[in-house]
Each structure stands twice: as C-alpha cells, then as structure tokens.
C-alpha cells in the first residue's frame, strides 16, 4: 500500500507504509498525549476486530498505531466481502464473538434485530459525535427504532465518470450531460471503432453493484423505488422504466462488456476501467482515485479520467458504511474505545478517518474534513473536489435497507435485473417479479 505524500510541481512522491505511519503518527500520538491518553492509560483488553477486504494492510497499521499508542491489545482479521456477513453470521451464532465488526448498511438492521450488534447512544461521547456528521448520513446510521447501530466506517455514492482523451480523440468536445448523449457518444464510439464496449456501468453481482447502481439510474430519472412504508413499488414508476429500457438498449447494442455481469465486486469492476479502453463509468466515488491518480496502475492517471455531474435530476445512491460493536461483547469499554479511534475523533486529529481520506478517497461524513489544507490538496490530484462535494448534495438514501428483509431481497433481486437487462423478460415482467419478490419476503 502507498500513500501519496504533499502535492509536488510535476509528480506525487510515494512513501512508504512505514513512514507514513512514523509522520502521521507524531500528530496523533501528540493529540493522545494532550489528552492524558497514554503512558497513564491501562493497558487493553484483548479486543477481536473483523472487516471485509479493503486494503488489510492498511487496516493493519491503524491496529498497529492503536496498540502501540494507546495501549491496545487489537486482533484483527480480514473477510474476503463477498463472503463477510455470511461468514459473521455463521460464527456468531456459532458462539465466536467479534468484539468489533464492520457492517455494511444493507445489514446493519439485520445485524441489529437479532441481537447480533448493540445500540450506541448510551456510550459517553456520542452525542457529540452525532452532531458533527451530515444530517443525512446520522439519520441512515440509526436502526429502525432510532438508535444509533453504528459510527462511520465511509460514506459514498455513484459518479459518472469519463475518460477524456477517448472522447477527444472521437471528436466529442465534452462529456456526457443526459443519457440520450451518453447512449449517442457510446454509439459513435462504438461505430468508428474507437472502443469495442464504450459504456462500463456496475452490474457487479455483489451487494455494491447491479441494486445499487439500479437505484441510482432509478433517482437519476426521478423515480422512487420504495414507497414511504418502504414497499418496492418500481412497477408504478415510470422512470424505473425508462432506466431499464435504457439498459437494455445498450446490452443489446453490445455497448457494456458482457464480463461486467459476472464480476464478484465493485473493485473488480473498476479495474477494468483502468486500461483505458472505456469512455463511460458509473461507480462508487473512491474509485476513481485509483483511476485518475494512480499511474502504477491505470492508463488514466494522472486525471485523464474524470468525473462529471451525474445525468437527469443527478441524484445517486448514497450510503454509510458502518464499524459495529456486538451486543454480547464483554469489554464495552475497550470496544467503544477502539471504535470511536476507528470511526471518530479519539486522538483529537481525525486519524483514521483522515488517513481513508488521503490514502483511498474514502470519504466521511463530517464536513470539517473537507476544510483540511491537506486533504484539499490530496483529492485535487485525482478529482474536482468542489464538483465531488456537489454530488455529494444530490446522495439519496433509502430507509428500505432497515427493514428486515432487505438483505435477502438485495442478493435475489440481482439474477431477476440481470435477466431482464439481457431481454430474457420485458422490463414491465421484471420489474413485477422485483414487486413480487419483495413481497414474499415480508
């Protein structure tokens, strides 16, 4: 893993883990120090943390930092995602606990009504914690009962993002502003030859692809997808179904590369991205960090690829992502501390939070961050950060993924989208087999 040190005239100079950690850690370990956190501190409990994969190695030295720092005892495994709430379900109810869990939001209720992870608000703190976050973000936070389940792990949404000299080269002077220009500049490219499959949206199979991305084309076209008792009702909306005909249009003018549909998460699918060979991308905004600012490994850095405003109303999906503590952890203490260093402020710097910023893109929801010198200067070296913070404006979040279903009907709905984008059915029987399936889960 490298991190990207201070912006430099002509190129970003690397440094390794092992410096980054020894720089951000004098800034860190002086906030503790100010706070009486260390040297008087009692050593930790034994702490079991899990996450899925996303940089474990990363993930690895903010364990490192904390034990070393403020006296922990942090042991911390990593879950390949795709089998991760599975996998934690499977050994908690087998009677392993995980003292602290991430949670993706789709089952953070799931995960909180039976039992598995505990409410917050008791915790000393978090009242202060709550009102420096996004209004929008605190609220998709809560259970359906109102209690805080989780703190911020990330948040993100779904961008639109372009690969400028592609269509520059195809002589198309800007990029994309409706989806009739964005299927018109696909099929131009795809006509002169210039790219084989133009358009790359995120039909992954996992929990962060095809739904997501068909909610966020859903609100881009200023459908709702759930009524306000969180029912499905897209066979009610019409932008639903304009989104749909749109992505059979493209499938069926072989504009989007068949691979897209089997592929098992949304890195993998942005990866594709990197080799240049698209003009069209939708995907998770932290992406295209990788994409426009990582030259090691794609053929679009440095910001040869960028983002622009998402077409239609220009909502998109938003969502937090979350660290949990399990409701049956016996060192509540110990967890909340680790949890507010992971998803707060503890040391006074934004440590974790702040080093998700630089290192990954991963964003957060409090604004202060943003307001940061060096955050500032980071993300102009992959992105307009003021256009970024401007999406931000146009997140939509659901409340849908509180209900207890949602999970399961996250997962089955997929193979239904997926038939439907290939014409195996009309879009007006998918959409009433989506209706259906949501239905029988209830």
């Known amino acids: 893993m490298m991190a990207r040190a201070a912006r430099g005239d002509t190129s970003m100079q690397r440094i390794t883990r092992r410096s980054f950690l020894r720089t951000t850690g004098l800034v860190g370990t002086s906030a503790v120090l100010a706070d009486g956190l260390l040297g008087a501190a009692r050593a930790g409990k034994p702490i079991n943390f899990a996450g899925w994969v996303f940089k474990p190695d990363t993930v690895q030295d903010y364990v490192n930092f904390y034990n070393q720092k403020l006296s922990g005892q942090v042991k911390y495994e ?66 359906k009962d109102g209690k805080l389940a989780g703190v911020p ?16 080269q195809a002589g198309i002077k800007a990029p994309a502003k409706s989806w009739d220009e964005l299927v018109e500049h696909s099929l131009k490219l795809k006509k002169d030859k210039v790219s084989d499959y133009p358009f790359l949206p995120n039909w992954n199979v996992s929990p962060s692809g095809t739904m ?31 989104a749909m005909e749109r992505w059979q249009k493209v499938w069926k003018a072989e504009l989007v590369n068949p691979e897209v549909l089997t592929k098992t998460s949304s890195t993998d699918t942005h990866r594709l991205f990197w080799t240049g060979r698209y003009a069209y991308h939708t995907n998770h905004s932290y992406y295209l960090k990788t994409i426009a600012g990582e030259p090691e490994n794609s053929k679009l850095a440095p910001k040869k690829a960028k983002m622009t405003m ?74 307009d950060l003021k ?36 014409g195996g059915m009309t879009v007006p029987q998918g959409l009433k087999e989506l209706v259906k399936l949501q239905k029988s889960l209830e």
């Open 310 to 383: 998402y077409p239609g109303t220009g909502q998109t999906y938003m969502w937090t992502d979350s660290y949990t503590i399990n409701a049956k952890t016996k060192i509540l203490d110990d967890a909340w501390k680790l949890v507010r260093f992971l998803g707060g402020n503890l040391t006074g710097d934004w440590y974790v939070q702040r080093q998700w910023c630089l290192i990954s893109g991963l964003d957060n929801p409090y604004p202060e961050m943003y307001e940061h010198p060096e955050i500032i200067a980071s993300y102009d070296r992959w992105v």
């Open 78 to 143: 990593a879950i390949p995602w795709a089998q991760y709430h599975p996998t934690m379900e499977t050994r908690a109810f087998g009677g392993e606990i995980f003292d602290v869990m991430y949670c993706a939001h789709n089952f953070r209720q799931r995960w909180y009504e039976n039992g598995l992870v505990r409410p917050l608000d008791d915790l000393p703190g978090i009242d202060e914690l709550k009102k420096k976050m996004n209004p929008q973000n605190l609220e998709s936070l809560k259970a």
């Open 153 to 168: 792990y990330f948040t993100s949404l779904f961008i639109l993002i372009h690969n400028e000299p592609m269509l520059q």
């Open 212 to 242: 997501p991305q068909f909610m966020t084309d859903s609100f881009s076209e200023g459908a709702n997808v759930f009524d306000a008792k969180n029912r499905v009702i897209v066979d009610q909306e019409p932008g639903v179904a304009r």
């Open 387 to 422: 256009l970024l913070r401007k999406q931000y404006e146009k997140g939509r979040v659901i409340a849908a993924y509180k209900e207890p279903w949602y999970s399961e009907y996250d997962v089955k709905a997929v193979p239904i989208v997926h038939n439907l984008i290939r």
